[in-house]
């Protein structure tokens, strides 16, 4: 479910979501795999790969979506690149 009206609603909410923000550049835009709200409030944006290792472009990728999160949301979500077998923090 793409609509993120149950946000505000609901005590916990995660889906894959659309994020787009204008720049001076033109628009950057994607649909993060999940973003989680905890009480309508934005958390966590988190990026999941079907493969072992992960790289910069993942870690790069994961950090644009946390980006237009926090510009869209007025927030600073932590972002996470899950892996198979190990999970990532962006920022760290």
Known sequence: MLDPYAAAYESIW???LPLAWRFRFGWLYGI???VVFE?????AVIEYKS???V???E???ASLYGLLASLVFATRPKVYVKA???ILEVGE
């Open 14 to 16: 995660a889906s894959p």
């Open 32 to 34: 993060a795999d999940q």
């Open 39 to 43: 009480e309508g409030s934005l958390k």
């Open 51 to 53: 493969y072992y290792n």
């Open 55 to 57: 790289n910069k472009m």
């Open 59 to 61: 870690i790069t990728q």
């Open 84 to 86: 198979l077998k190990k």
